[in-house]
């Protein structure tokens, strides 16, 4: 009976949402947003600002960039929270609309992109991985690389990757995400996030592997040329 | 979960199962099935190394620091929004009470017009009758000497009231 169905698919998601409320601390902090208490909200931003503007910067790659959309994300929470009904991860469902913030953002920024004037391809921006490449190996490529500098090639080489690895990456790597949760967060298959995480891992092993051995720099256009997602 | 994520399916490539397996997303028979390999397979398990080096590179890049004023301005920007939208709601509720008002006094004039018209019209129907009955009220003490209709129809049918038709007609 299609009654019957129904009855058994509104159950199922009755018992998910009371499964993620046992397990997940943040998801009852949410349903208390729900019901309308601001200090579980600010308790909610305490908790994942730090998180949500490291994985956002590395997709915009400008801090206050990251900061105004990591407020968005929160503002998007804080509307959401009447027709709230944890069906996730809180966690998977903040990122989730991350991802979606952060699409939007460099949909919009391209567009700005294609009225404003070229750069000349030659150039190598401060953050470019050739830039970084030339000032890291410099007059001794086979020298110990500090932190820091090592920091800004890491970047670079991410910086490099497409945006969906990227993303997938930053989730598997700093939210120690599954590959259901990242693929729940992205839209995407489980299949499809195994090739995105095997393809980004296997870019960013060819982009490092030639600083860590000796230094050398390595080809980011060829990187960057196996990086397109057929997804 | 999908099922065909654990074991390693045949199209998928080395890095693919090396990945999956440093990820522990593989199930207990593939991901046995890779370290037979990597016991046997030495180019099988430099890759291993190589993207597990890598991997451990992420861990120098720096995480977000953040300070408190930013939890502090989030939950003062949503305040605001919260109250913009209450504020909106409130305009909206109250443009819908004008409309409601509006259409009220509008509903109750367009009830007053058609309750004249209905008026009107039946009193003019109440005064047409009593115009066509005019003549008969006219003669009413005439017609009582008459004594019966049947005597009256035969006046008439010798042509006693044409006279007073016709002048009723001008």
Same mark, same amino acid.
């Given at each position: 009976m299609p009654g019957d169905k129904l009855l058994s698919v509104s159950e199922s998601s009755l018992q998910r949402a009371q499964r993620y409320e #046992?397990?997940?601390?943040?998801?009852?902090?949410?349903?208390?947003?729900?019901?309308?208490?601001?200090?579980?909200?600010?308790?909610?931003?305490?908790?994942? #600002?730090?998180?949500?503007?490291?994985?956002l910067e590395h997709l915009v790659h400008r801090r206050e960039?990251?900061?105004?959309?990591?407020?968005?994300?929160?503002?998007?929470?804080?509307?959401?929270?009447?027709?709230?009904? +944890?069906?996730?991860?809180?966690?998977?469902?903040?990122?989730?609309?991350?991802n979606n913030v952060a699409s939007n953002a460099r949909r919009s920024s391209a567009r700005r992109r294609e009225v404003s004037v070229t750069s000349d391809p030659k150039d190598d921006t401060p953050n470019s991985l050739d830039g970084m490449a030339k000032a890291a190996s410099g007059l001794m490529p086979s020298r110990q690389l500090d932190n820091s500098e090592m920091s800004e090639v890491v970047r670079a080489a991410i910086d490099s990757l497409s945006e969906r690895q990227r993303m997938a990456l930053l989730l598997s790597k700093f939210e120690g995400m599954s590959y259901f949760e990242i693929a729940e967060t992205m839209g995407l298959s489980? #299949?499809?996030?195994?090739?995105?995480?095997?393809?980004?891992?296997?870019?960013?092993?060819?982009?490092?592997?030639?600083?860590?051995?000796?230094? #050398?720099? +390595?080809?980011?256009?060829?990187?960057?040329?196996?990086?397109?997602?057929?997804? | 979960m999908n099922d065909d994520l654990h074991s390693t399916a045949p199209h998928d490539s080395i890095e693919e199962q090396l990945v999956a397996y440093l990820d522990d997303e593989l199930d207990a028979d593939a991901a046995a099935a890779v370290e037979r390999r990597l016991a046997d397979d030495p180019a099988y398990q430099q890759k291993l190394r190589e993207l597990q080096k890598t991997w451990d590179l992420l861990d120098n890049l720096p995480q977000a620091s953040v300070g408190e004023r930013?939890?502090?301005?989030?939950?003062?920007?949503?305040?605001?929004?919260?109250?913009?939208?209450?504020?909106q709601k409130k305009s909206s509720l109250q443009w819908r009470l004008w409309l409601l008002r509006v259409g009220s006094v509008a509903a109750a004039v367009l009830?007053?017009?058609?309750?004249?018209?209905?008026?009107?019209?039946?009193?003019?129907?109440? @005064? @047409?009758?009593?115009?066509?009955?005019?003549?008969?009220?006219? @003669?009413?003490?005439?017609?009582?000497?008459?004594?019966?209709?049947?005597?009256?129809?035969?006046?008439?049918?010798?042509?006693?009231?044409a006279d007073q038709e016709s002048g009723n007609e001008m």
């Open positions: #046992q397990s997940d601390p943040d998801v009852r902090l949410m349903l208390k947003v729900r019901d309308g208490s601001a200090a579980a909200f600010e308790e909610l931003v305490m908790r994942y #600002q730090g998180r949500l503007i490291t994985v960039q990251a900061e105004d959309l990591a407020q968005d994300v929160f503002l998007r929470v804080y509307r959401a929270r009447k027709s709230y009904v +944890p069906g996730a991860k809180f966690s998977t469902w903040l990122f989730t609309i991350a489980v #299949q499809a996030v195994k090739s995105l995480l095997s393809r980004a891992r296997t870019n960013l092993r060819e982009l490092l592997e030639p600083y860590v051995v000796s230094g #050398q720099r +390595p080809s980011a256009s060829a990187a960057r040329s196996q990086d397109e997602d057929s997804l | 930013f939890a502090q301005t989030t939950v003062e920007l949503v305040v605001q929004s919260a109250a913009a939208d209450a504020e009830a007053g017009f058609v309750g004249y018209l209905l008026v009107t019209a039946f009193a003019s129907r109440s @005064n @047409n009758q009593l115009v066509r009955d005019l003549p008969v009220i006219e @003669n009413a003490d005439a017609y009582r000497y008459a004594g019966s209709v049947e005597f009256l129809e035969e006046l008439d049918r010798e042509g006693l009231f």
